[in-house]
């Protein structure tokens, strides 16, 4: 194995100013998403079940799953045995 000088990086400026928009930007968004969180948790568990729904729901359109409604033809459960 070849072992190689160890290289310098610089900071530049332009490289600072990019940061800080970054991390203003992001905790512009982590306020709103607090202010959010606040309004939603004021409204009482019909807000954070129906915000969780509303999650659940984006997480399967993303990944495209889309349940099926099991069907509940067995009126007991032990009442029916098929072999």
Same mark, same amino acid.
Request: glycine content about 0%; charged content about 35%.
């Given at each position: 194995?070849?072992?190689r000088k160890?290289? =310098?990086l610089e900071l530049k400026l332009d490289d600072i100013e990019e940061?800080?928009?970054?991390r203003k930007d992001l905790? *512009? =968004?982590k306020k709103q998403g607090e202010d959010a969180h606040v309004i939603s948790s004021t409204d009482g568990a019909i807000g954070i *079940?129906?915000?969780h729904k509303s999650r659940e729901q984006m997480i399967h359109d993303r990944i495209g799953y889309k349940p099926q409604p099991k069907p509940t033809n067995n009126p007991t459960q032990f009442g029916n045995?098929?072999?």
């Open positions: 194995m070849l072992r160890p290289t =310098r940061f800080e928009s970054i905790e *512009s =968004r *079940s129906s915000d045995f098929e072999f």
